[in-house]
């Protein structure tokens, strides 16, 4: 079956704009959780959503949103970019119902510049 | 209370030996540990994960070892091979949250 598909791969934004990344989930899968990697930081939660509710939230700031469509998909937005949020954004879908088979995608690349 | 400390930050180990990382927690509501591998440019892998009620899973060359009274659990690669060079992450979860506590990462490299 397919894996989770991030999209874009790649993005440069310029500090002070807006991003929205993608992430379509393994068919059947309804909890989609974003995950952020850098090198100082490690990776680190940002959200889970399960049947488009938030249903768990990481330590980070309301510049950060969220959402899940009827369909599972989810995309994650990021606002007034700062040079900090230059990451690897990750995104891991589930069944959500405690079975634990998170599967990640390869994840998009911002930079922020 | 919510970190899983892991080590060494990098190993490097030569071909056919065996690589170990361990990791340890505080949180004694976790109930799930998976490690997972991941190669640049790539998403972290699921390797192997176990849960607490068992001390040790082996998965081919893979194995994870697991003491809950000291709160740590470790991986150990038997007979490295140089395609296991990688970035292997620990993490931790509770059985009420899809949400994954990582460890800080170890960087393995394994010489012919």
């Known amino acids: 079956k397919a894996g989770v598909t991030q999209t874009p791969r790649y993005l440069i934004k310029t500090r002070g704009q807006q991003v929205t990344l993608s992430c379509s989930p393994i068919?059947?899968?309804?909890?989609v959780s974003w995950y952020q990697q850098t090198p100082g930081q490690g990776l680190q939660f940002l959200f889970e959503?399960?049947?488009?509710?938030?249903?768990n939230k990481g330590n980070f700031p309301g510049r950060f949103s969220g959402r899940q469509f009827s369909n599972s998909r989810s995309e994650m937005n990021v606002s007034t970019l700062e040079l900090g949020d230059s990451a690897l954004y990750l995104c891991?879908?589930?069944?959500?119902?405690?079975?634990?088979?998170?599967?990640f995608g390869s994840g998009t690349r911002l930079t922020v510049v | 209370q919510q970190q899983v400390k892991q080590s060494p930050q990098s190993l490097i180990v030569q071909k056919g030996g065996i690589s170990i990382i361990n990791c340890a927690y505080e949180?004694?509501?976790?109930?799930?540990f998976p490690w997972y591998q991941q190669f640049p440019g790539k998403g972290p892998a699921l390797l192997i994960a176990?849960?607490?009620?068992?001390s040790e899973k082996k998965e081919g060359r893979f194995t994870i070892s697991f003491n809950k009274s000291a709160k740590q659990f470790s991986l150990h690669i038997m007979d490295s091979q140089p395609g296991d060079s990688a970035t292997y992450f620990c993490?931790?979860?509770?059985?009420?949250?899809?949400?994954?506590?990582f460890g800080t990462g170890t960087r393995l490299q394994v010489f012919p």
């Open positions: 891991a879908s589930s069944s959500g119902t405690g079975d634990y088979g998170y599967t």
């Open positions: 068919s059947g899968h309804r909890s």
């Open positions: 959503y399960f049947s488009e509710t938030q249903r």
């Open positions: 949180n004694t509501a976790f109930d799930y």
């Open positions: 176990i849960r607490p009620d068992v």
């Open positions: 993490a931790a979860s509770t059985w009420n949250t899809d949400k994954l506590i």
